[in-house]
Each structure stands twice: as structure tokens, then as C-alpha cells.
């Protein structure tokens, strides 16, 4: 299963202040899926909004 972490880290701090994780299901590569194999591509977007404004 194919995994991405994506991450925003405070600069000074260092500390992670959000974290988003994306699967795709499964690694594809060319010796099992073929040459002409594709990569499956998912879009997202996340808005970071205070919890009361």
C-alpha cells in the first residue's frame, strides 16, 4: 500500500501542528503492473480553520 504523510511543522518549535495521511490502496511498479503502468493520483485539499473564530 502506497502511503504519504503530509506535515505542518512549526519552524522554531519543531512540533508538528497538523498532519494529513493519503493512501493509494497498493505500490504499483512496472515488473508487476506492466510498463506502460500509471500512477494513481488523488487530490486533495485541507483547509486549516480556527475552531472558534
Known amino acids: ?3 504519504l ?3 505542518e511543522i512549526a519552524p522554531m518549535e519543531k512540533t ?4 494529513a495521511t ?5 505500490y504499483k511498479n512496472a515488473e508487476t503492473n506492466g510498463e ?3 500512477y494513481d ?3 486533495f ?3 486549516k480553520m480556527d475552531l472558534y473564530a
Open 1 to 3: 500500500m502506497g502511503l
Open 5 to 7: 504523510i503530509l506535515q
Open 16 to 19: 508538528v501542528l497538523f498532519e
Open 22 to 26: 493519503m493512501t493509494s490502496g497498493y
Open 36 to 38: 506502460g503502468y500509471r
Open 41 to 43: 493520483i488523488t487530490s
Open 45 to 47: 485539499r485541507v483547509y
